[in-house]
């Protein structure tokens, strides 16, 4: 657990600034920080809530854009993808509809959680509350998108795949908790890295892009032979994470490898992010 902010602390850093207790969160720790914006729920429910909003003022029918962008999407690549791969389009759709939402999400959290702390800069410097309370909005607002999204889903599996629903659609629900534990702590550690070096960003945007190539979200992982299979697939953590809500939604369980991998990231993921977390939270104000 990190030590609250001393004195001799702040002579010890690098970049010495006056002391301004305004500029500081409430909370000492990281610890606190963390379980204390969690608490808030009102708060964070509400932030999350506005941005879905602002996102989307003066339009009819607001996130659901987002939604038929991702049915667009869907049917156009699904056509296509079928024909190449010669499968039948009520067995290749609901694969790809079923990935995209998934991925919608996971790469949502990544990309937004670059910039969720530089947003976040008028707040650090006018109220004084824990800096998770941003991440948690994130969070929240990612989920009411997926939720939208999930709606598209849902007819796609009427029309084509009905016998997907049944008691193994309820794995999802646990898998998708353990998909936003883990966007959880990349955000944090993204958020913290782009908001000190913001040329992080764009690169983070590449990285996630080309990731949604080479991981069978548009493409069955069993069409890879080995070495490829044996790199892309297994070794492939987001691979995991997506198979872990996906198998569910089409009615099949996840791989017990898919769960232990998706477990040890999340332990180890964040435990690092709160030993980052911790090491230079005092300083998010600073570099904002």
């Known amino acids: 657990m990190d ?15 006056p002391s301004m207790s305004g500029l500081r969160p409430l909370t000492s720790t ?17 932030l999350g809530w506005i941005d879905v909003k602002r996102r989307y003022r003066r339009t009819l029918i607001g996130p659901f854009w987002t939604s038929i962008t991702l049915g667009v999407y869907v049917v156009c690549v699904g056509a296509v993808g079928a024909g190449l791969s010669h ?17 919608t999400l996971l790469s949502g959290l990544i990309n937004d959680g670059c910039m969720v702390l530089i947003i ?48 193994a659609t309820l794995l999802a629900v646990p898998g998708l908790l353990l998909m936003l534990a883990n966007g959880a702590w990349m955000a ?13 960003q764009p690169l983070v945007a590449t990285i996630v892009q080309v990731s949604m190539l080479v991981t ?3 493409w069955p992982a069993e069409s890879l032979s ?25 009615g ?12 040890l990231i999340t332990v180890c993921g964040w435990l690092f992010a709160y030993k980052v977390f911790a090491r230079f939270r005092r300083r998010i104000t600073y570099w904002s």
């Open 226 to 250: 080995e070495p490829y299979r044996w790199f892309f697939v297994d070794f492939n953590p987001l691979y995991h994470l997506l198979d872990i809500v996906r198998a569910p939604l089409l």
């Open 252 to 263: 099949r369980l996840p791989m017990p490898l898919s769960y232990l991998v998706v477990l």
């Open 216 to 218: 069978p979200l548009l």
């Open 87 to 103: 499968q039948d389009l009520s067995v290749y759709l609901p694969f790809l509809v079923s990935g995209m939402v998934v991925w």
């Open 188 to 200: 944090l550690v993204c958020g913290l890295v782009c908001l000190r070096f913001r040329d992080v």
């Open 3 to 17: 030590k609250p902010i001393t004195d001799q602390a702040d002579r010890a850093s690098p970049l010495r600034v």
């Open 120 to 167: 976040g800069h008028g707040l650090f410097r006018n109220v004084r509350f824990e800096f998770s309370i941003v991440l948690y909005a994130l969070l929240w607002r990612s989920l009411l998108v997926f939720l939208h999204n999930f709606l598209i889903y849902l007819l796609v599996i009427l029309i084509w795949k009905r016998d997907a629903l049944g008691a």
């Open 30 to 46: 990281a610890l606190e920080d963390l379980l204390g914006g969690l608490r808030k729920v009102e708060l964070w429910g509400r």
